[in-house]
Each structure stands twice: as structure tokens, then as C-alpha cells.
């Protein structure tokens, strides 16, 4: 994956496989198969909950972020940008998630 993809908070992400993915939830992990590919993978909630927002609408780093820090308890402490490229990185190497082309950034 290249490094300026990643780096780019205004790059814009999107989840093309989210519908046809199986979702398992069990003891505070996911498992998702994806028929696509054939494969199963094992997913913490954060990386869910990026995945569910990725299937909805495509969205940039930035926007992530908010969403995500809607979610989270006042006590937690904010989601930095270096665990976002963490995390997007991850799904992308998987295949669940992809960048988007053209400009289809969502308010």
C-alpha cells in the first residue's frame, strides 16, 4: 500500500464488500467471512464499527475520526490519526475496505 494514501487524512475510504460480508459476533470480537474472497477474518470492535461506517458511505480519515469519537465514552481518550492508519492499513491489506475514486466525500 503506498505510504501517501495513508498519509492523507483527505483520502476517502470506502467498504465495497460490506454487503455480502457474514458477521459473527462473539465475546466482544467479530468474525466476518467475506465470500468474495473466501476468507474469515477476526476483527476487534474498533475495526468493526470502521468497517460498518466504511459500508454506509465512503468517508475520509477526518470523518472517521468524528464519527468514531461520537461513539467513544467522555472517559476514553480521543482516537489519534496514527491508530486510524493502523487500522485502515489493516482492512485494506485484508480486502474488506478500499480507497474511493473520484470525489464521493460525504458531509
Known sequence: MPEESL??????WRSPAYPQLHQQEW???FFVFNPASGDTHLLNPLSMEILRLLGGNPLTLEQLLE???LLIDDG???????VMHQHLAQLDLMGLIAPATG?????
Open 76 to 82: 476514553e481518550p480521543p482516537l489519534s490519526s496514527m
Open 27 to 29: 465475546e466482544h470480537e
Open 103 to 107: 470525489d464521493h466525500r460525504s458531509a
Open 67 to 69: 464519527r468514531l469519537q
Open 7 to 12: 498519509a492523507d487524512t483527505k483520502s476517502v
